[in-house]
């Protein structure tokens, strides 16, 4: 009987995993995050293990005519260390919002497409439930004039210096199946 026992013992020992941020590779998250540049709206996220990547799309149609917005991106992240309970990540993000704009008295259709180098830390406050920070570079490459040196927040956004500095808003959450 106790050999029975020890047997059972280093068989669930032997099965057993070591936990890894966002629970297990090849695992899917969904959840909503905006980028640094503050677009964003409903991801989708693929956690490989050492790297994740994913998407996002974000609609908006505000009160008035031909005022539509549009914004779809994507991000990845190169997990450099992970814990149980969180991975640091270096990667990027890549995003195009499509907006109207009012330009010297004409409505002008507008569609800005940001590249963001960055690193990103994910909090998981359960083996399957991430809450996601990125700090990192905005660079406005069409219909965007500019850089920026920012980081996510939580709060609104403030703008100092007649808007030369700026701190954006947004955080990142992803329920994760596997």
Do not use: C, W
């Not at 799309?57 to 309970?85: C, K, Q, W």
Request: avoid cysteine; proline fraction near 1%; hydrophobic fraction near 45%.
């Amino acid at each position: 009987m106790t050999k029975t026992r020890l047997f059972a013992g280093l068989l669930v020992m032997a099965a057993a995993g070591v936990a890894h941020a966002g629970g297990q590779a090849a695992s899917i998250g969904v959840g909503a995050e905006y980028q640094l540049s503050g677009i964003g709206g409903a991801s989708v996220n693929y956690d490989a293990g050492s790297f994740h990547v994913g998407g996002f799309v974000g609609f908006a149609d505000p009160e008035g005519r031909n005022n539509t917005i549009l914004d779809v991106g994507g991000r990845f992240f190169y997990h450099v260390h992970s814990t149980a309970m969180s991975d640091f990540g270096v990667g990027g993000n890549l995003g195009i919002a499509s907006y109207h704009d009012m330009v010297m008295g004409v409505d002008e259709k507008l569609t800005g497409v940001f590249v963001e180098p960055s690193v990103q830390i994910r909090l998981f406050l359960a083996s399957n439930v991430a809450l996601s920070a990125t700090v990192g570079v905005v660079i406005g490459v069409a219909d965007a004039n500019g850089v920026a040196l920012t980081g996510q927040s939580f709060g609104g956004e403030l703008t100092v210096l007649g808007g030369n500095i700026g701190i954006s808003s947004g955080a990142g959450i992803h329920y994760y199946f596997f």
